[in-house]
């Protein structure tokens, strides 16, 4: 199982716009903009899971919810901790899924 949670970010979002755009002039069907999609699934969740770069954060749990095997976590007033550098957000989103079976 792939999940397509990254279509939603930028260069996600490019793709399919480019995509779309290849389909309106006729140079590519449908079925092969959606092949290209399938692999850019496959592609981003495999390069991700390369990531050894860890970062320790906190901040206070506003909401969650899990469905469909899918927690989402809104964060508050998050603080994210590398050595001495700190960054700090006002709100963030987490979205963890199950990464057993991402990979056909």
């Known amino acids: 199982m792939s999940y397509h949670l990254y279509r939603n970010t930028t260069i996600g979002t490019c ?5 779309d755009e290849l389909i309106d002039k006729q140079l590519i069907s449908p079925e092969l903009a959606a092949e290209v999609l399938l692999q850019f ?5 495999a390069a991700l899971n390369k990531v050894k770069v860890k970062y320790n ?8 919810r ?3 095997n899918v927690w989402t976590c809104i964060l508050n007033d998050v603080e994210f901790r590398d050595s001495p550098e700190a960054l700090k957000v006002s709100k ?6 199950d990464a057993k079976g991402t990979t056909e």
Request: aromatic share 12%.
């Open 15 to 19: 793709l399919q716009d480019a995509l």
């Open 41 to 45: 699934d496959k592609s981003i969740n």
């Open 57 to 64: 954060f906190r901040g206070s749990l506003g909401t969650y």
């Open 66 to 68: 899990f469905c469909d």
């Open 92 to 97: 963030i989103k987490i979205v963890a899924c």
